[in-house]
């Protein structure tokens, strides 16, 4: 398994596979979600715009990514965050995930570790991740990994076959880095 580093530059190359992984991901199993292909591709465009990505790429085929963005990219903060921390001096874990046939293997841990090591600490104080509340295997990490709950939102989702929506609990999860 080896880590690169994604931005602007060299996103082309690895936004299709990107675009599948995050739809593999997030439109199955309890989230059950619709993403068009379009939609995904233009959202994961404006990540990397604004920020950049970490890649795990096993025999040159993406395994997993975390996405990453100043903590302003997030239209969503809660005021409990935003009249409490710097969101100027934040940066956005936007997006994080792993193959599903590659869940439990550590890659997440590995792309969350290697962030946390490398984060520009002369610009970044705080780090934020949000994720579904029923995510227990992500929110178990998170909080091994040093982060602690500090707000919640609910989001309206669209069901992955259209057939309705349903409220989508997330938390925000925090981590001092200096």
């Not at 059950?32 to 939609?39: A, I, P, V």
């Not at 982060?147 to 609910?154: D, L, Q």
């Amino acid at each position: 398994m080896r880590y690169i580093t994604v931005d602007a530059l060299n996103f082309k190359t690895y936004k299709n596979d990107l675009v599948k992984l995050y739809i593999d991901t997030f439109s199955k199993g309890k989230s059950f979600q619709y993403h068009s292909e379009s939609e995904t591709a233009a959202y994961l465009q404006s990540i990397i715009d604004v920020g950049y990505g970490i890649f795990a790429m096993e025999e040159n085929k993406l395994s997993g990514a975390i996405l990453l963005t100043p903590f302003r990219f997030d239209e969503l903060i809660p005021e409990e965050i935003s009249n409490n921390f710097e969101v100027e001096s934040s940066v956005y874990v936007a997006e994080m995930m792993v193959e599903q046939s590659k869940q439990g293997q550590g890659i997440g841990k590995k792309l969350l570790t290697f962030f946390l090591e490398k984060a520009d600490r002369n610009r970044f104080d705080d780090a934020f991740i949000r994720v579904w509340v029923e995510n227990e295997a992500a929110v178990g990490l998170y909080k091994r990994m040093g982060f602690e709950v500090c707000a919640s939102i609910v989001q309206p989702r669209l069901l992955a076959d259209k057939s309705g929506t349903f409220d989508f609990e997330k938390i925000y999860l925090h981590q001092q880095l200096s």
